[in-house]
């Protein structure tokens, strides 16, 4: 256990309904970062925050797509009209940040969304 | 996009040998990271390795950096089978940015008992 929950931890939908996943972070880390991971493959970026800000969003991340982290907290992603491509498991990693120097990412256990 | 690639995307090995898997990468970075992944679960972070380091140990880890050859090594001694899992290069290119990581396909290693 990292310290970073998700949930939910699986979840099955039809296709164009939509979903909403949540990410709480450890504490005291105000960086927060979402990825997508397909079977066989590594993680891919999406999009990350600094406490409140979303400061980047990957171009994989369509106008279906948005995240929120009020008050700089949990973080939720929710997809709109859901295709069966999104079918991933989606991942949230959380780290604390320093002009000085690196920090390594702790992440969740994952969200795996099936989409039928 | 991928940044880089691991080498070989499958490893079998017998309990107690030694575990070596590459890592390479095509930009410059400003530090590289191992993460393992147990079948549908989260990334833990193993190791992490920055740009004008060479070399680095933790346990039975140990992680080279080549950044002349844009490439890393991650070698894990006496295996166990436990060890069992997907491992993951990821590239950090940002120097005051996001640290948002790039990931290979990663190596799946499979400990035989």
């Known amino acids: 256990d990292t310290g970073v929950s998700q949930d939910p931890r699986h979840k099955i939908t039809k296709r164009g309904q939509n979903v909403t996943f949540r990410c709480d972070p450890i504490s005291e880390h105000n960086r927060l970062y979402w990825y997508r991971q397909t079977l066989g493959q590594g993680p891919e970026f999406l999009t990350y925050?600094?406490?409140?800000?979303?400061?980047?969003k990957s171009r994989l991340l369509s106008d279906r797509f948005s995240a929120e982290r009020p008050k700089g907290s949990f973080s939720t992603l929710e997809i709109q009209r859901t295709e069966q491509g999104d079918s991933a498991m989606y991942l949230c990693?959380?780290?604390?940040?320093?002009?000085?120097?690196?920090?390594?990412?702790?992440f969740g256990p994952g969200t795996r969304l099936t989409v039928t | 996009s991928q940044q880089g690639e691991e080498d070989p995307q499958a490893l079998s090995i017998q309990e107690g040998e030694n575990a070596t898997m590459n890592c390479s990468y095509k930009t410059s970075i400003n530090n590289l990271q191992w993460y393992r992944q147990n079948s549908g679960r989260g990334l833990v972070h193993l190791i992490l390795?920055?740009?004008?380091?060479r070399e680095k140990h933790s346990g039975r880890l140990r992680v080279t950096l080549d950044t002349s050859k844009k490439s890393s090594s991650l070698l894990i001694t006496a295996s166990r089978a436990a060890d069992t899992a997907s491992y993951f290069c990821a590239t950090d290119g940002e120097i005051q940015g996001a640290q948002k990581l790039v990931f290979g396909q990663g190596t799946r290693l499979t400990i035989n008992p």
């Open positions: 925050f600094q406490n409140e800000a979303q400061l980047e």
């Open positions: 990693a959380s780290s604390k940040t320093s002009a000085l120097r690196a920090y390594e990412q702790y």
């Open positions: 390795i920055r740009s004008n380091e």
